[in-house]
């Protein structure tokens, strides 16, 4: 079977791609821009309407303890290990279409023409369709791909989801799930059966749009270290105290922020890519005055790098750097609650067999770490061989404007067909 | 008649500030703290037990259009320009129990000392509890003495107050005031009808205990600038983006923060005094997420300075520094509303006045400019002959730690019963 075959048949898909990517799009419609809230409506119509398709191609479907939506392309040889693809079907709150929902859309795609070409796979071949994949719900995220592997802290069972207040253990037995199943530890997918998993996922960044190449072959996924509530606590104080007695809790965190990005752009410098982002930065909205001096403020903190060695450096720094900023203020920085996600790294040979697929399909590749952190790393971590495809978004993620061309996913979905087809098809 | 037994005089009404203190605080008590809210309940019955006592003082009660309560000691000549005195009776949300209040109950104290030993004043002598002194209500400070100046922007009646959403109209209608009578520009005290206007006050920072001295004569009230609500737009984005495509709002606030204080720092080496408050300062609550870079920031900033020269040079550096974030940072910064409060000029006669007085009662006083704005600063603006006594205070204001001595406070009722004699009484 050639490249060019398998790219024509892909390209066959394309109404097909269309009609789903509008459909979860009419699904998460919530101006300005698209929420597919997880483990909530907005991610289970998303998954009715993909279980649908699936069906419509005669995958065998399958709803494991975490609710993730396994959808089965029978191989010949079904005790082999399987290859699964795969991604993710909750949004941010008014984020854009494409985050996580073109990767699950691509794998039906990427099958549908190959079942279109007379192919059958030799071993299964699995679409998985994870829940919860953005951090915003519960303030941790990939947590169906860490419930499916066994890295889901047993005490993630009780954190609220933003919107509703209710536990993940409640959402995920609303959407039929088993939270009582979810010890941690417990695999619902044992690595030792997954020959490879491929993940396609839009980038969230312009890279690829500065580098003018329609897809990436992801080279690393960064872990992180993950602080959803930093908590400074200063004095608050009327505005009239002269600032030598003050204990400016809001300053505290504008040094902070800064000290960060100062790290950042010295890493930079140093060649040591990572990334760091406050998105939750705010005084007290129960106390703030104009004019009260500010004794308390809260912060979040995600702190990024491709190599685990790198990401501790990172956080002895920023130990540093609360320490020092704590004693100069007078206040009290207290880091709260830590989450780590484990670098993903991407296999070498996956890696290559991707790229060689763009290369033979005349496809415009650029390799590019992924500054974000996906469903992928979960599967790289459980020591699964794990490869990524990125695909070209001028607008950056999870934000209303994000953008991608069908043309550079059906890209994507025509490398993902070739490398599926050669690594694991035969004909019929 | 001797400063000694106008001290004698005045300490024999030591239960009578008691009993008005702690009424206050029953009034205000709002765990953690005190919150007497304005043009509310809490406002409202501090107003009706002042009443109460004036009443039992023989003092004739009036209230203004914009509820203002003056009570006032008739002279032998009536129509001759007034002595008043006075201070407001709200407070911040969980403040202290003295901010205002103190000052209020000082003049009941200093009038029933002055009536005890047999004088009258030559003239009408007028306590006035302003309303709604403090900016949180309203985001506007001083609006009972702005009104009662003509002072008030017609604007203004439209402000929302906090914790209600209802008008400035409204709350003024609800009290007993008129606020059809309220056009910006209609003096409801007539400045030429009054000699002077002495306030009391805590002080609002620790500056007296370091001094060691119970009571300053206020040097001078800052004017300020004020911009309740700027708004810092740049883009959300997902937290991959790489730095350099990054329009981080809340980064760009953590550079105006810091770039402000820099200015404070620069400025007090230099011996200029100003200061300069962010109460506010906040990613937006309803957008903001641990994963999604803010494009969204707002802030509110108090800007203070002693001479109308040196607030407006801050004004020019404070655009300067904007100008130059904007751009770096890629971000639009909009100051939004913009409210002055005029420089706030202590007389010089009552000052030495207030000093000479302080000296001769044996009393420590240190002269101090005052940090905070005050009612004070409106007559000041108002061309009337001003002057304060501030009473120390360990923790600050605007916090419920907020601490004055008994004594201190009966030290400033001694000065103001000495110089209110000695101004204004004769013997009946």
Redesign the interface.
């Known amino acids: 079977m050639t490249p060019a075959r398998i790219a024509a048949a892909v390209a066959a898909q394309r109404p097909l791609v269309q009609r789903l990517l509008d459909g979860v799009a009419e699904i998460g419609a919530d101006p300005p821009g698209i929420t597919r809230d997880a483990f909530g409506p907005g991610e289970n119509q998303a998954q009715a309407l993909v279980a649908e398709a699936a069906r419509g191609l005669g995958l065998v479907l399958a709803s494991d303890a975490a609710a993730n939506l396994a959808m089965t392309w029978p191989g010949a040889d079904r005790s082999a290990p399987r290859l699964m693809i795969g991604s993710h079907l909750d949004s941010?709150?008014?984020g854009g279409n494409f985050?996580g929902a073109a990767g699950v859309l691509a794998g039906l795609a990427a099958i549908a023409a190959l079942r279109g070409l007379g192919l059958r796979p030799r071993q299964d071949i699995t679409l998985l369709a994870t829940r919860c994949e953005?951090?915003?719900w519960f303030?941790l995220?990939l947590i169906g791909s860490r419930a499916a592997l066994g890295l889901l802290p047993v005490a993630a069972l009780g954190l609220p989801r933003?919107g509703t207040g209710r536990s993940l253990a409640d959402h995920i037995r609303d959407c039929g799930g088993e939270p009582e199943a979810l010890a941690a530890g417990t695999r619902l997918i044992e690595p030792a059966t997954v020959r490879a998993f491929l993940e396609v996922h839009i980038e969230?960044?312009?890279?690829l749009v500065e580098a003018d190449a329609a897809i990436a072959v992801c080279t690393g996924i960064p872990g992180n270290i993950?602080h959803?509530r930093i908590r400074i606590t200063g004095?608050?104080?009327?505005?009239?105290?002269?600032?030598r007695?003050r204990r400016d809790a809001?300053?505290a965190?504008?040094?902070l922020?800064?000290a960060l990005?100062a790290l950042?752009?010295e890493e930079?410098v140093a060649g040591r890519a990572m990334?760091c982002?406050?998105?939750?930065?705010?005084?007290l909205?129960d106390?703030?005055?104009?004019?009260?001096?500010?004794?308390g403020?809260e912060m979040?903190?995600?702190l990024?790098a491709y190599e685990a060695g790198h990401l501790a450096a990172l956080e002895q720094r920023l130990h540093g750097i609360v320490a020092r900023i704590a004693a100069a203020r007078g206040v009290t920085i207290d880091l709260g609650e830590r989450n780590a996600g484990a670098v993903g790294q991407m296999d070498p040979g996956i890696r290559a067999g991707l790229a060689d697929a763009a290369a033979r399909l005349g496809i415009a590749q650029h390799p590019l770490g992924?500054?974000?952190?996906h469903d992928a790393a979960d599967f790289a971590a459980a020591g699964i061989p794990t490869g990524m495809l990125l695909v070209r978004n001028r607008n950056?993620?999870?934000?209303p404007h994000e953008e991608m061309e069908t043309a550079d996913l059906m890209a994507a979905i025509a490398v993902l067909a070739v490398w599926l087809a050669e690594a694991g098809c035969e004909a019929a």
Do not use: C, K, Y
């Open positions: 941010v709150l008014h985050d953005e951090a915003v303030q995220g933003t969230q960044a312009p890279q993950r959803p004095e608050d104080a009327h505005v009239g105290l002269p600032r007695f809001a300053l965190g504008a040094d922020a800064l990005e950042w752009r930079e990334a982002t406050i998105g939750r930065f705010h005084t909205a106390r703030h005055a104009m004019t009260v001096v500010p004794g403020f979040s903190l995600d990024r992924s500054p974000a952190s950056g993620s999870h934000n």
